[in-house]
């Protein structure tokens, strides 16, 4: 059956429920948004130091393309100071409105034509959620 465990930093791992609504025999965790962004954010500055930027409070204003496959990204923090990146990875982490993820839907219509839900890599989609049981 499907498992969903609560980790807390006091308590570790409570004991895995099954919600009501799933039937499975996969084990899940179920971390605080907070928390999870905190966790990747110290393996990353752990791991990579001198290679991730990591941009908090931030919006970003722009993306585009260049020949060779090269990706700009215009990022805005609080203070409205821009910041240019030309990145080799960029994880869209920007919320229900993402700049990233439209972007990349346009993207793909333009290369592809693709602009139905079904075809669409980065359509927004719903899916059930055993943590909300």
């Not at 393996?43 to 991730?52: E, G, N, Q």
């Amino acid at each position: 059956t499907f498992k969903v465990s609560y980790v807390t930093p006091k308590d570790g791992v409570k004991d895995p429920i099954t919600p009501p609504v799933f039937n499975s025999s996969t084990v899940s965790y179920w971390i605080p948004r907070h928390k999870f962004i905190n966790m990747l954010y110290r393996r990353l500055m752990k791991t990579y130091p001198d290679s991730v930027t990591v941009e908090f409070a931030s919006s970003v204003t722009k993306i585009s393309r260049e020949g060779g496959g090269i990706v700009e990204v215009e990022v805005e923090d609080g203070n409205q100071s821009k910041v240019r990146y030309r990145p080799q990875l960029v994880v869209g982490c920007d919320g229900m409105r993402s700049q990233v993820r439209s972007t990349l839907e346009a993207w793909e219509e333009e290369d592809f034509g693709t602009k139905e839900v079904e075809g669409n890599k980065f359509a927004m989609r719903k899916f059930p959620s055993g943590s909300t049981g």
